[in-house]
């Protein structure tokens, strides 16, 4: 549960941040276990390989980066104690921590700093984060706890790419990430270590006593795989999970009654994230940007949120935060409209020529499969009113549901499908260079759909090239536009992030980034405790 500050997420559930901050009240009762659900299991401990929410959750608790946000969204320091901006913006110069220890006892230096940056620029390293350090023109280590970083061009989004979590060189130094052990037992510096993971059911953490933010208050942290939210919803019903997300359904309806009043508090904020339909462009049915237009026009996006979301999530036409300066208001969402998407798909040589409901061309009908991961109600919802959209223009659309973590390793990663369901959790910085960029579509990498548009590219690189806000929010609105009229996503909606807790957890509050943010302050009064 740790600020993650440049990373971009493949969404699968609720993610939890936090911002560490030092205990202050010495009565306060240590002990205790928090059990948090999950709809999907980590793949990966590795730090800079953890790609998706579950994995990240797990290595946000066990790692730290160099800089991190606190509750307000601000940039401040982890593992660095300050930092110098040198030259313009070209050099950062990152005065570390002394005298925080590794898991194992080792102390961090600057050498795991070298090591962790080394890392992702090895082209045999499987990262998707190499696309926030590419512009480095070098690294130096001043002594064991003075590093400094200089860019090759002014990089708006340097200093909080830094939040990248940092990984122990003395243990990894002859490891190849891709296939280590480490994946599954990694040693950390965080607030948290790790302790066991049951494939499929549950990753258990303990409390690192020695933590240099202070010891947490709640001893464990036990990460529950539960793929299905009913059953969570069954396992809140008896206590049986302290922290977890409800449904809008959940939230508005099924929770207004005087067992949850009494026993938990719910929480609603902006989600930092949207969801989405993407579509592989390697794929000929997808090549004509007409066809992905047509089905834009084919989709009643405002009926789905309003449908499946209660109002509590809004029809979103491009890849930032809706409340962001980043975000293009001037881009409208297309209307619903069947007569302009059956145009664009004759205009594409798509037509129901023998009658028969479903449209064709080369005597081929237009069907393909849409794959969504298990567990998430409204994803398959959204996924089932899709089909049926789609049907009304003369377009098949199969649904199969998969595994997270299979969806993500044996389909997305290796481009084995026609379109996909899914989800971004966000930077706080709107630079997403490694899911719009030509040159990110390695195994892997974000830009899995193969996107390629060289005034993207142009903007994505001139977005992060200057410090300039008025600069960087011309390029990113150039960049929502082009996007929405190419639609290699159909940009559905982004919504509500909805947490509910125990109410034994005290000291529990929102903030601009979210709850979680002071987790080791949490505590559990003595008499309320129930786990040893």
């Known amino acids: 549960m740790k600020t993650k500050i440049p990373l971009i997420f493949l969404a699968v559930s609720f993610l939890f941040v936090s911002a560490i901050i030092p205990a202050e009240n010495s009565d306060t009762p240590y002990g205790d276990a928090i059990v948090v659900s999950s709809i999907a299991d980590a793949r990966t401990l590795i730090p800079i390989l953890s790609s998706d929410s579950s994995s990240s959750d797990i290595c946000g608790m066990v790692f730290n980066g160099l800089v ?85 061009e002014p990089f708006a989004p340097g200093l909080s790419s830094w939040g990248m979590w940092i990984m122990p060189e003395h243990i990894l130094k002859n490891e190849d990430l891709n296939n280590t052990a480490f994946s599954r ?105 007409r066809v992905r237009q047509a089905m ?75 794959i969504v991961n298990q567990g998430n109600a409204e994803r398959l919802r959204t996924a089932e009113m899709i089909q049926k959209y789609l049907k009304d223009v003369g377009i098949r659309m199969k649904i ?9 390793n044996e389909f997305i990663n290796k481009k084995r499908f026609e379109a996909v369901l899914m989800g971004w959790f966000l930077s706080r910085d709107p630079d997403n260079y490694d899911i719009w960029h030509s040159s990110k579509t390695r195994e892997g990498e974000f830009n899995f759909i193969g996107y390629k548009n060289p005034e993207v590219d142009r903007l994505l690189e001139e977005g992060r090239r200057t410090f300039d806000q008025a600069r960087r929010q011309a390029a990113y609105h150039g960049i929502h536009q082009i996007l929405y009229e190419e639609q290699p996503y159909m940009f559905l909606y982004s919504g509500e992030t909805l947490p509910i807790i125990n109410k034994r957890f005290k000291n529990v509050e929102v903030s601009p980034i979210g709850i979680g943010y002071n987790f080791i302050k949490w505590y559990v009064p003595k008499s309320e405790q129930k786990y040893k």
């Open 400 to 408: 199969r549901v998969l595994e997270w973590s299979a969806l993500i």
């Open 68 to 152: 991190k946000y606190d509750k307000n969204i601000n940039i401040i320091g982890d593992l660095a104690e300050s930092w110098d901006i040198l030259d313009d913006g070209l050099v950062i110069v990152f005065h570390l921590r002394k005298g925080v220890a590794w898991h194992d006892g080792a102390p961090f230096t600057a050498k795991d700093v070298e090591f962790t940056y080394r890392k992702l620029m090895d082209p045999a390293v499987k990262t998707p984060y190499s696309g926030d350090f590419d512009r480095i023109r070098k690294l130096e280590i001043l002594d064991d706890y003075t590093v400094k970083v200089t860019y090759k």
């Open 296 to 370: 834009n026009y084919a989709v009643n996006k405002q009926e789905i949120v309003n449908t499946i979301f209660f109002g509590l999530a809004s029809v979103t036409t491009g890849p930032y935060m809706m409340d962001s300066w980043a975000y293009n208001k001037d881009v409208m969402p297309a209307p619903y409209d069947l007569l302009k998407a059956k145009s664009l798909l004759a205009e594409a040589g798509w037509e129901d020529g023998n009658r028969d409901g479903w449209v064709e061309k080369d005597g081929k009908d237009f069907e393909f499969t849409l």
């Open 185 to 289: 037992h990694p040693i950390g510096t965080g607030p948290y270590k790790f302790k066991t993971w049951k494939t499929g059911e549950k990753i258990e953490l303990v409390s690192n006593h020695g933590y240099f933010e202070g010891r947490p208050y709640i001893d464990r942290y036990i990460y529950r795989v539960i793929p299905d939210d009913a059953t969570v919803f069954l396992e809140l019903q008896t206590q049986g999970v302290d922290l977890s997300t409800l449904s809008p359904l959940q939230y508005t309806r099924q929770t207004n009654n005087g067992y949850f009043k009494e026993h938990y508090t719910k929480f609603k904020y902006p989600g930092f994230g949207f969801t989405y339909m993407a579509y592989n462009l390697s794929d000929p049915k997808f090549g004509d940007p």
